[in-house]
């Protein structure tokens, strides 16, 4: 059975930063990509973050470029994304996904078949 465990999550004030963690087991999770998805109350889920198999490429989205950063321990089976500089707009459910369809960061929902449960960030102004 696959799982993805999200933690991390917590209250933070505006300007400050979290770290949040993925614990992944069921699934060969070296041989994945994995991404970082978020959802604000009243909006659609969007993308954030998503990293290679290997860790080696790296893609992200415009609003959170420059001041998230994701990264996996393939040893540990655990993804990452370190947030800093965080705004109040940062504040949303943040999920990670494992991509089945290929081994490359795709920013496309679709592509990820596994998702964890999510973990709440709450950035306080």
């Known amino acids: 059975q696959v799982q993805l465990v999200e933690s991390g999550g917590g209250l933070v004030q505006a300007g400050g930063s979290l770290r949040l963690s993925c614990a992944a087991s069921?699934?060969?999770?070296?041989?994945?990509?994995m991404g970082w998805f978020r959802q604000a109350p009243g909006k659609e889920r969007e993308f954030v973050a998503a990293i290679s198999w290997t860790g080696a490429s790296t893609s992200y989205s415009d609003s959170v470029k420059g001041r998230f950063t994701i990264s996996r321990d393939n040893a540990k089976n655990t993804l990452y994304l370190q947030m800093n500089s965080l705004k109040p707009e940062d504040t949303a459910v943040y999920y990670c996904a494992a991509n089945t369809a290929d081994r490359m960061p795709s920013a496309r929902p679709t592509v990820y078949e596994y998702w964890g449960q999510g973990t709440q960030v709450t950035v306080s102004s």
């Open positions: 069921g699934l060969s999770f070296s041989t994945y990509a």
